[in-house]
């Protein structure tokens, strides 16, 4: 297995599911949902993100590994070592089965950085993170980070999104946010890290589409220090939530107007203030622009986001119900574990569905 | 006079049957090949004189013309071809340098022509422009790495100011083309077809006539070697100003307007004595250095109080991308670059012919470089030099230019046949000529509309390019590489373009 293989694009079922609240839900919910959109997945790919599965160890770094042998989980191993305290280390726990075979090592780390380590040069810690994840997906041989953030994880594999969700054990977890994901890759990647939930640090992207501008997004990001291995829609997308959230600070609205910018058109007829800024968006962002079709999920620590793209090329669908906020590309995988919600529409073309945590 | 060993370029054929004698041809001839004999009641033409502009073709009421390339062959060799041996005999016969006028005419490769496009199929739907908006609009100018955006009692207020920026309807702009190397009425038309398309025409080094200052917010005025007719009022009116330090069509060497040409307005608007030479130096007698192209820029900057984008714009040379950079870190807001088919009204052959590299080389390695630098966002890219249709423009968007600089095909719109012979002020089109005769001969008016029309044909098909690759809005298509594939290119020539070949995947 080898970490980069040609772009892969893909079709999708993807599910979010939070409570505002940061009350905890068992992961047969977003199993669940997923369960009811297996026509959207044809077993080459799912996986899962829990936010809040790690309350105890809520303030360490949660890195989850995978690793095609015993050599890389040593280089790795000793990498982390380096730069972090350890807290814990162990095997990730699995139910093995037949219908996913070829399974890699795989461990999670809980771990803090060394005090020594962000003296000086004005790293922050997550930028530090980040480059630590950067630096073993690129470096070492055989091993791939599949999350990052604190008091959360990743969990995926290839296969279909009940089988995954069985192997994980995703039932054992309780979160205040889930989401997951099904893929109809159009071909076939045969690597675990290659299914989705993509993350970065406490960023997870799940996404259905193909983006057209992949290739200059893509250039983009690498004009910051992003190294992109995965040649995947989803990891730019990460990556540009990144750069634009964590090291522009803007805020969250303002992401996503500058991924799917309204038209010109639309610019020109708003009030002076906000022309203003929508231009000075689009001038400033548009490498950031993502094109062609999309709809993705965004977790991170303090809520979600849904967004298509700006002509909508790609089903979403939203609804809330009291605390709980849902997306999904289907309908019926909100009905499935919600069948009767407050409120359940289909979002605009590039209007994101954005969910805060209040708590 | 010795006898010219030249033999005539072309052959004039008169179908003497249909041919009536009426001497338009006669007339349309700045070259005088077509002489009316009295007596015999017929026109005779002189094969030596004849330009291959075909303007006599063109207006022959009675289809009578036909101009043709002159047959007779030399012994055949492969290495001295009738063209070398015309250009040693002219050499021999005068003892000067041979002029040209347009862009290089040599087979080198057009990198375009090995570059093919993109188009969604299934996975990723084709967006139809007729029913989807199909966004071209483009910025030019200096942008901020980030932006900084404060909430502000609910709403967002935009914290950063923006450097000035130039707003293009469509990612192309008529290229620097001076009054005097073209005709008052050439200038108006590019003017007027700016103005109506939402784009810019760059005024060259020749200043800019006070007639022409109404359409100043759709003008670039150019600051050249020889500073001609740059004064206040000319920074003032304009939308921005660009430094020229090399063209194309003649890298490292100055620009020659014969004082024939300076007639009582060109030498009110480049500010010089009627009648006499203007030269333009090679260098800029005040840049010697990057440092003294700053303070050119500076200064502009300065005394339009920085209400302007700053271009510079240089020749595609083989350290192009290095100089690109120096050029963005003196302060230029948009850098133009001119490649090795640039025109020109009037250039030495040699140079021409031999100086210079392919734009589509120059465009890709001055983007990697600026990204590889980081600074990529801090100027914009232009590019022109041979951009012969939408997709020529597609392509270039997609090695990484921002816009294309287009004057060969807005002169071609206008009349233009391609003679090459501008230097001469005879151009029997009424295009490269300061002869009131002649430049009577093109209509503003239908110069303006023809204009027009091709960038609106362009447009469309953009368009229909655009659409069709999935992508609805030109920014996700500058430097998005991956949508081109090459064929027939050399491994190093794909690395330098960032090409994948074709048959291989995204």
Redesign the interface.
């Known amino acids: 297995m080898k970490k980069a293989y040609p772009r892969i694009v893909s079709g999708c079922g993807i599910v979010g599911i939070m409570n505002e609240k940061g009350n905890r839900m068992n992961g047969d919910l977003v199993i669940r949902a997923m369960r009811v959109m297996d026509e959207r997945s044809n077993g080459l790919g799912a996986g899962f993100a829990g936010y809040g599965i790690y309350p105890k160890y809520r303030d360490y770094y949660a890195f989850h590994l995978m690793f095609d042998d015993e050599k890389s989980e040593e280089q790795t191993t000793q990498h982390l070592d380096r730069n972090f305290y350890l807290q814990k280390d162990e095997a990730i726990p699995t139910k093995p089965s037949p219908q996913i075979g070829n399974a890699p090592i795989l461990r999670r780390y809980f771990v803090e950085i060394k005090s020594d380590m962000l003296s000086g040069d004005g790293t922050t810690a997550d930028d530090f993170v980040v480059r630590n994840v950067m630096e073993i997906n690129s470096k070492i041989k055989g091993a791939f980070v599949m999350s990052s953030g604190k008091n959360m994880g990743v969990f995926k594999s290839v296969g279909f999104p009940g089988d995954i969700a069985e192997f994980f054990r995703i039932r054992d977890y309780d979160a205040y946010t889930w989401i997951g994901h099904g893929r109809f890759p159009t071909n076939t990647p045969g690597w675990w890290g290659g299914a989705h939930p993509f993350t970065i640090l406490d960023y997870t992207v799940v996404h259905n589409g193909e983006i057209s501008s992949y290739g200059i997004n893509k250039r983009y990001l690498e004009g910051f220090g992003y190294k992109c291995t995965l040649m995947t829609d989803t990891e730019v997308m990460a990556y540009l939530f990144d750069l634009l959230l964590r090291k522009h600070n803007v805020p969250i609205e303002i992401a996503c107007l500058a991924l799917a910018a309204p038209f010109w058109s639309h610019i020109e007829r708003m009030p002076e203030k906000k022309r203003k800024l929508l231009k000075a968006i689009r001038m400033v962002y548009g490498s950031a622009l993502c094109n062609g079709p999309f709809a993705i999920i965004l977790g991170h620590k303090d809520g979600m986001i849904g967004l298509n793209d700006r002509i909508k090329l790609r089903p979403q669908i939203a609804a809330r119900d009291k605390d709980m906020v849902y997306l999904a590309s289907e309908e019926c995988a909100i009905r499935e574990i919600c069948p009767d919600p407050e409120r359940i529409w289909s979002p605009k073309a590039g209007c994101p569905v954005i969910a805060r945590l209040h708590f | 006079m010795n006898l010219s060993l030249l033999p005539p370029e072309f052959l004039i054929e008169r179908d003497q049957s249909k041919c009536i004698a009426c001497q338009v041809c006669v007339r349309q001839c700045a070259n005088d090949a077509h002489v009316y004999d009295e007596e015999d009641d017929k026109v005779y033409s002189d094969n030596s004189k004849c330009c291959g502009c075909h303007r006599c073709v063109t207006l022959c009421p009675t289809d009578a013309l036909i101009v043709r390339r002159n047959p007779s062959e030399y012994k055949e060799n492969a290495n001295w071809t009738k063209n070398v041996i015309s250009n040693i005999f002219k050499q021999a016969e005068t003892g000067g340098v041979l002029l040209t006028g347009m862009g290089n005419d040599k087979p080198h490769p057009i990198y375009y022509d090995h570059l093919l496009l993109n188009a969604?199929q299934v996975?990723?739907?084709s967006?139809d422009p007729l029913r989807?908006?199909m966004?071209l609009?483009t910025?030019l100018g200096r942008?901020?790495d980030?932006?900084e955006?404060e909430?502000d009692g609910g709403?967002?207020?935009?914290e950063?100011k923006?450097a000035p920026?130039l707003e293009l309807k469509v990612p192309i702009l008529f290229s620097a083309m001076s009054y005097g190397s073209i005709s008052y009425n050439a200038c108006l038309a590019l003017a007027r077809s700016a103005e109506t398309l939402g784009i810019y025409y760059n005024t060259g080094e020749g200043g800019l006539h006070r007639s022409l200052y109404k359409y100043g917010k759709n003008t670039i005025v150019q600051v050249a070697s020889g500073r001609f007719g740059v004064h206040a009022d000319y920074l003032d009116v304009s939308a921005a100003i660009e430094i020229k330090i090399g063209q194309g069509a003649k890298p490292g060497i100055g620009g020659h307007l014969p004082g024939e040409k300076v007639s009582e307005w060109i030498s009110e608007t480049r500010m010089i004595p009627l009648g006499t030479d203007a030269l333009s130096p090679a260098p800029h007698h005040d840049i010697y250095s990057i440092e003294d192209l700053r303070q050119l820029i500076y200064a502009l900057k300065e005394a339009t109080d920085y209400t302007k984008p700053v271009a510079v714009k240089i020749a595609a040379v083989h350290n192009v991308a290095a100089i690109a950079s120096g050029i963005v870190r003196a302060g230029a807001d948009i850098v133009a670059i001119d490649g090795l088919r640039g025109g020109t009204g009037a250039a030495p052959t040699a140079i021409r012919d031999n100086v210079g590299i392919p734009i589509e080389l120059a465009t890709a390695a001055v983007d990697s470089r600026l990204?590889k630098e980081?600074i990529?966002?801090q100027a914009s890219l232009v590019v022109g030099g041979g951009h012969r249709s939408s997709s020529d423009i597609i392509k270039a968007i997609a090695l990484g230019a921002d816009a294309v600089y287009i004057a060969t095909a807005a002169l071609i719109a206008m009349g233009c046949h391609m003679c090459q012979k501008c230097y001469t002020g005879k151009c029997n089109w009424g295009i490269a000529t300061q002869d009131p005769y002649l430049v009577k001969r093109l209509n503003p008016d239908i110069a303006t509309r023809r204009l027009t029309n091709l960038i609106r044909g362009w447009t469309l098909e953009m368009k229909e390019m655009l659409g069709g690759?999935?992508?609805?809005?030109i920014?996700?298509?500058?430097?998005?590489?991956?949508?081109l594939r090459a064929v027939g290119l050399a491994k190093s020539d794909m690395k330098i373009l960032g090409v994948r070949p074709a048959g291989v995947?995204?």
């Open positions: 969604s996975t990723n739907p967006i989807e908006p966004e609009i910025y942008k901020p980030k932006l955006v909430i709403e967002f207020r935009l950063t923006l920026q990204r980081g990529r966002n690759m999935g992508i609805n809005s920014e996700s298509l500058r430097g998005n590489r991956l949508h995947g995204m």
